[in-house]
């Protein structure tokens, strides 16, 4: 499934390996242009509270922490992660980002927890 999944900042240049192209961040990326951003969805729901997004504020040091909370919140969030999972099972999905930081922002966080999480989440009951 990881191989499905990339990252890519929405300020790169789309390619036709993108796949299926997802912003999820919360808020739009300064800058950028509906039409340039080529997208094929937004899913705020996914993206990381204001809080903790604030909390993490791409600082290298809070990393590992800020990964632990963001997947406290998408453990608590089945229902925004539904789409994206609809998403996952027809093929090549990149995440779009706005941070800077290529190997440290919420996309890259997502896509770890997608792929460490699929069998859990898909065997849990309620």
């Given at each position: ?57 791409h ?51 997502l ?16």
């Amino acid at each position: 499934m990881t191989k499905r999944i990339r990252t890519k900042r929405i300020y790169e240049s789309p390619s036709p390996d993108d796949g299926v192209r997802i912003l999820v961040d919360r808020i739009w990326p300064r800058g950028m242009s509906k039409a340039d951003a080529a997208l094929d969805h937004w899913i705020k729901d996914v993206a990381p509270s204001a809080e903790l997004r604030k909390w993490f504020g791409h600082r290298p040091e809070r990393w590992t922490e800020f990964r632990k909370r963001y997947a406290r919140e998408l453990d608590s969030n089945p229902e925004g992660l539904a789409e994206l999972r609809r998403l996952l099972k027809g093929g090549v999905v990149t995440l779009l980002y706005a941070a800077q930081d290529v190997e440290r922002n919420n996309a890259e966080a997502l896509r770890e927890y997608l792929a460490s999480h699929r069998q859990r989440t898909v065997h849990r009951s309620h």
